[in-house]
């Protein structure tokens, strides 16, 4: 990997990918911030309803953003590889790509907090990801806390997809994100496919944007027990594919990271459940989605469509 000035990050050369699927009604608002920040901003829709997607036709023709509008809900890594594609399609005009949640609000400063950890990492011709520190929106937490002050960048081993700015180069060597992983760790699956070919994962400590994270309630007892007041609430297909997903990647990594395959496994099976039960809401469906996460990652072969898990459970 050789550095080359024209690899930079600067507005110009940055497309800005959003994916959807029924955003609330502010929206505009943060479309609208990442926009004055970037050259080009283009929406995934994975099949909102009609109201939302009159909404997002105003957005794309107010504030000049590009839409493409999938029939189906198709997941967020499917969604992304669309996004990642129709940027590739303008050739070398972007050498950057920036993925954010619907839900995520960057700070009008984003982009440049996540350039300005770039220009001051040494190692610039190994840069595949720089991540946004951020907020989350309903606790007040702070994702990155490890850094020194005045600390302009910092590698990590993992970020979460929303805020990410991400080498054009870099993915056309890593490669797509997984389909089939449809939402949950295609990031940190993601991040480790970029550390192994090479790339180094970086954050900007500075935060750029709040972000919520799951459906947080007040517990007592988990205050009284874990020291913590706020538990997280996932929706039961969320669990599905944690899941699912994080027991196919413990297995697929095993050899190669030991340890974290190991602790993955032990939280999945053992620690989110009990969590479930103690704390959340809605603890049978939960408990059910869990279970068919755990048969789905040992017979991957017997996994259905979203929709069809989805109505399994409901009905």
Avoid at 57 to 73: G, P, R
Avoid at 88 to 96: A, N, P, Q, S, V
Wanted: proline letters at 4%.
């Amino acid at each position: 990997m050789q550095y080359q000035k024209s690899q930079v990050p600067v507005s110009d050369n940055i497309c800005a990918i959003v994916v959807t699927y029924n955003p609330d009604m502010d929206l505009p608002k943060r479309i609208e911030l990442i926009r004055k920040q970037v050259d080009r901003v283009v929406i995934v829709d994975n099949n909102s309803s009609e109201n939302c997607l009159v909404m997002i036709k105003k957005i794309s023709s107010n504030l000049e953003v590009d839409l493409i509008i999938n029939n189906q809900n198709l997941g967020i890594a499917t969604a992304l590889n669309y996004g990642v594609r129709y940027a590739l399609d303008f050739g070398d005009t972007y050498k950057w790509f920036l993925t954010l949640d619907q839900d995520t609000l960057p700070y009008p400063s984003m982009i440049e907090s996540l350039i300005y950890a770039y220009e001051n990492c040494p190692f610039k011709e190994s840069v595949g990801i720089i991540g946004s520190n951020y907020q989350e929106w309903t606790t007040g937490n702070i994702l990155f806390t490890g850094g020194q002050v005045n600390q302009t960048w910092a590698e990590v081993e993992n970020l979460p997809t929303s805020g990410c700015l991400t080498s054009i180069q870099a993915f056309k060597s890593v490669g797509s994100f997984r389909d089939d992983l449809f939402i949950d760790f295609v990031d940190v699956e993601y991040c480790m496919r970029m550390r192994e070919k090479g790339y180094k994962v970086i954050i900007s400590p500075t935060i750029g944007m709040r972000h919520p994270l799951g459906y947080y309630k007040f517990d007592r007892l988990y205050k009284l027990l874990c020291g913590r007041s706020m538990v997280t609430n996932y929706p039961p297909l969320r669990h599905y594919y944690w899941t699912r997903n994080g027991l196919i990647i413990a297995s697929e990594r095993f050899k190669k990271n030991m340890k974290w395959s190991l602790y993955q496994t032990y939280y999945l099976l053992l620690r989110r459940p009990v969590t479930v039960l103690l704390f959340e809401d809605n603890k049978i469906l939960k408990t059910k989605y869990i279970c068919l996460g755990i048969y789905h990652a040992i017979f991957p072969w017997r996994i259905k469509l979203p929709e069809k898990i989805s109505s399994k459970f409901n009905n």
